[in-house]
């Protein structure tokens, strides 16, 4: 386990799309005993890894047993506080930020290594799709994705999204106040300062893990376009940018972690 910050960053730009040298995997979370094997199996050896864990439960320590390369950085935080805390232990130029209730499919990394980055790109969009139920909601959450960024809104899940590290820092980071929506709002202000930011369909992510939607597939829509809209329009308060209007209360009540978006 290393817990420690080194200042050398290496290449902004690669060739020949992103190697696995070339990124940081940035993971939050909070009690995933149950989750984090599975997680932990779809990431290939090699790629650096920060996890800010907020767990009571042995979350850490399967992490260390499983992988002892990885930078653990205990901290019991908000999601958005999490996800800025592990960019900064990060020394490579791009940061994929994801949960650990999903796991990566076999090809997700070939196929980042196939996408062509330009000198303006700094954010990329990948998809989400289940293992087992919601196949239809998640079919739809991955064309409204498609739209949405083609309309210059780049609809980011911080299950899987990539970010340039240098244009995180320029744009502030995460907005610490959101205790929900954190990701899709950083890949707004990242889009409105003039950076690219692209949907790539070839890079999924499998959720296996569906208490949130189990609680209240509506309920979650809702939120999430309501919340979402308004956070495009910046009319958002301090005190309403804080108040997740009971997002993770849902998890508790469906007895989960507020770990993924």
Not at 15 to 43: C, M, R, W, Y
Request: include cysteine.
């Amino acid at each position: 386990m290393r817990i420690s910050v080194r200042n050398r960053r290496r290449s902004l730009h690669p060739e020949h799309g992103l190697q696995k040298s070339d990124i940081t995997i940035i993971l939050p979370t909070k009690n995933e005993a149950n989750n984090i094997v599975k997680f932990l199996d779809s990431v290939p050896e090699g790629i650096e890894t920060v996890v800010v864990d907020a767990s009571q439960d042995e979350t850490p320590d399967l992490i260390e047993s499983l992988r002892e390369s990885v930078t653990i950085v205990r901290s019991n935080s908000n999601i958005s506080t999490a996800r800025q805390l592990g960019s900064q232990y990060a020394t490579t130029p791009w940061l994929l930020f994801t949960d650990a209730d999903v796991a990566f499919a076999d090809d997700y990394f070939d196929q980042l290594s196939r996408i062509a980055i330009g000198g303006n790109d700094a954010g990329l969009v990948g998809a989400k799709s289940t293992i087992g139920e919601f196949d239809t909601y998640y079919r739809w959450f991955c064309r409204g994705q498609a739209v949405l960024t083609k309309l210059g809104i780049p609809a980011a899940t911080g299950s899987n999204m990539l970010v340039r590290a240098d244009a995180l820092r320029r744009v502030g980071g995460f907005d610490r106040e959101l205790s929900v929506n954190e990701d899709i709002e950083l890949m707004f202000r990242i889009k409105k300062a003039g950076y690219s930011v692209s949907f790539e369909p070839g890079l999924v992510v499998r959720s296996f893990d569906q208490r949130r939607l189990e609680a209240g597939l509506v309920r979650k829509i809702a939120h999430g376009a309501v919340r979402n809209t308004a956070l495009y329009l910046g009319i958002f308060g301090s005190q309403l940018r804080r108040n997740d209007w009971g997002y993770w209360t849902a998890d508790v009540a469906a007895d989960a972690k507020p770990t993924s978006q």
